[in-house]
């Protein structure tokens, strides 16, 4: 026999008397595998030692000649197998399945232990992957309260860019007019010329690296000669505009008749209700995402130039935007009207059942970071959207009821209430199962409210000459500013032309019925000034608090005493309120700097999340 011959042979019986050739899923020196031991697919730990000892003795006098490798693997057999490292649960199921089952060895005594009272031999075979589900539930119950958190944030800023429209608009197309007339005088006779902090801004040249740009410098005041006059300039002729398509879009719905469109809507059946209310959602983010192009074309062009014939066109195009977005969700209230009047209200059944689908089209589809956040930024709009409307319903109610509380505000605060309730549950149950199978952790939620925040503090500390803060969120968020609000004052205009509130009008006199109304535009301009401050604020004290500084003195946790000449040095005072350890690092910041490029309707991996 070969040398060859002699070392295969050799091998051959060292795996035969090796006993980790036999390898017991149950046992304790195997992990992974929770499977019990019955007995019957190998010995017990007892015996393998015993074989083990027995078969090395045997095989040490007819082995071979050995090579240096052999001796190894030899020496490596000798140890028993208690002092052996645990194999993966893998290895265990692959080698489980390269083994006979023994009816020999089959216990039923061991089979009852086990089955009955789930009594194990020493089990020790957990690994830290049994451990990965308790950290699953844990991040599954924990992301009600980050979503609620982040759309929560969200809310606010729907309603301080809702009051934005209905407060600050009206104060810059005032505003613009001025400076138009302005203008106008001044091309028949010339005046000194008005230099705004906009011009300047928008004139400043651009630098990179501290060096100014001479070329880009040249070109933007090539556009500012261009395209602004001595008072008036393109960024108010923008606000005109705005303030023209909120008219537009008002005076559009005041074509439609409210009594027919909701006796057309409770004259349908449940099944047609179901199909419209499916469309009215489908064409509502269809129409958001083509809105926000049509008014980012509408201000490119409006703010550089383009020439009237384009400006116009394009004028032409987002006013029909307008007035058909403003009938959709003029449509949208009128259906949420019959669903509270109806009796049986079967109608918001529909409509919460609609919102559960959802889970349906979006658990099980794959989901990165970035898709998750245009969903989440979807739920705010939703959550906005669904609260402004039944508000609309309310007063509407409340006015033809002579505002008493006695019959229709409860019930509308009940369906108010309901639905919020079923939207929540129905959000958190699709994002906790979308974290759950995409292996998101909870807190990517709390990187989604940064970016939100960043949005708030970029538009007041940058100098470029924007239209408004609320633009930027607007997109971000997916929120469709002007026909919310013609909506809404259509809403507002119906609830006027009550007869308990005609009556009201027509006692009070001319200058007292323009006192109120001024009086209800001040209160409304005081609560867009608190929102949008206390926006502002938030902000930045949580923007602070990340970078691990002092909110009250811009110092990174510690607050001192300015140091006097000649005075003792006096310990410094640490805040331990405020964290020490900054939260934005380097792999932090590049995480929101790839969120930062996501709008609500922006493309990603060649899809985009409605």
């Known amino acids: 026999m070969s040398y060859v011959d002699n070392l295969n042979l050799k091998h ?37 030692y015993q074989l083990h000892t027995h078969q090395q003795s045997h095989h040490h006098h007819i082995s071979p000649p050995t090579s240096p490798h052999d001796a190894h693997h030899r020496n490596h057999n000798q140890h028993p197998t208690h002092h052996q490292q645990p194999v993966n649960a893998n290895q265990n199921e692959s080698s489980f399945l390269n083994e006979y089952f023994s009816y020999k060895d089959f216990s039923v005594k061991r089979y009852l232990q086990t089955e009955l009272i789930g009594w194990f031999d ?36 729907c309603i301080d860019a809702y009051l934005y429209i209905l407060t600050f608009l ?19 006779v010339p005046m000194a010329p008005f230099r705004s902090k906009v011009s300047s801004n928008t004139g400043s040249s651009d630098k990179k690296g501290g060096v100014p740009n001479t070329h880009t410098k040249e070109k933007k005041r090539n556009i500012k000669t261009k395209v602004n006059g001595t008072f008036f300039h393109r960024i108010q002729a923008y606000d005109i505009i705005r303030g023209a398509l909120v008219l537009i879009g008002f005076y559009s719905l005041q074509l439609l008749n409210m009594s027919r469109v909701y ?40 703010r550089l130039s383009y020439g009237i014939v384009n400006i116009f066109f394009s004028f032409i195009i987002v006013s029909v935007y307008v007035i058909i977005h403003s009938g959709l969700h003029f449509l949208y209230v009128a259906t949420m009207t019959v669903a509270i009047n109806s009796s049986d209200q079967a109608l918001i059944i529909v409509l919460i059942l609609n919102n559960f689908a959802e889970i349906k089209s979006f658990v099980f589809k794959k989901f990165d970071t970035h898709n998750l956040f245009q969903l989440a930024c979807s739920e705010i709009t939703e959550r906005f959207n669904l609260f402004l409307s039944i508000f609309c319903i309310t007063i509407v109610a409340l006015s033809q009821d002579n505002f008493t509380i006695d019959e229709a505000f409860p019930i509308h605060v009940k369906v108010m209430v309901t639905m919020i309730i079923c939207e929540s549950i129905a959000d958190w149950i ?22 939100l925040r960043n949005d708030i503090l970029c538009g007041y ?14 997109k971000r968020i997916g929120l469709a500013q002007i026909p919310i609000v013609c909506n809404s004052l259509r809403h507002f205009k119906l609830a006027l032309s009550s007869p308990y509130v005609i009556g009201i009008i027509a006692s009070l006199q001319q200058y007292q019925f323009y006192l109120l109304i001024l009086l209800v535009f001040l209160c409304l301009v005081a609560l867009k000034i608190v929102v949008g401050i206390s926006l502002v604020l938030f902000a930045g004290r949580a923007h602070n608090r990340d970078l691990g500084e002092d909110n009250t003195t811009g110092n990174a946790g510690i607050s001192a005493d300015k140091e006097k000449p000649n005075s003792p ?7 331990t309120e405020i964290n020490k350890t900054p939260i934005l690092t380097p792999e932090k910041i590049q995480i929101l700097s790839s969120l930062s490029s996501v709008d609500r309707y922006a493309t990603h991996n060649g899809r985009v999340v409605g």
């Open 170 to 188: 009206p104060i810059r197309v005032m505003f613009s007019f001025i400076m138009l007339a302005l203008e106008c005088i001044n091309y028949i």
């Open 263 to 302: 006796h057309f809507i409770r004259g349908q059946s449940m099944i047609k209700l179901y199909v419209l209310t499916s469309m009215i959602e489908i064409s509502d983010k269809l129409l958001c995402s083509f809105g926000q192009d049509a008014f980012d074309s509408l201000y490119v062009q409006t």
């Open 430 to 451: 699709k994002h906790a199962f979308i974290n759950k199978f995409n292996n998101i952790k909870s807190s990517v939620y709390e990187d989604f409210s940064r970016v």
């Open 12 to 48: 051959r019986l060292a795996s035969k008397a090796s006993p980790t050739s036999r390898v017991t899923p149950s046992s304790p020196t195997t992990s992974g595998s929770m499977r019990p031991d019955y007995g019957g697919t190998a010995t017990s730990h007892n015996q393998h």
């Open 461 to 474: 500390q940058d100098n470029q000459g924007v239209v408004e803060n609320t633009h930027t969120l607007t």
């Open 122 to 157: 020493n089990y020790t075979g957990y690994t830290t992957e049994n451990f990965t589900a308790v950290d699953n539930i844990k991040n599954f119950l924990s992301v009600p309260l980050q979503i609620e958190s982040f759309v929560g944030l969200g809310f606010v800023l």
């Open 569 to 575: 040095v006096k310990p410094q005072k640490i805040n």
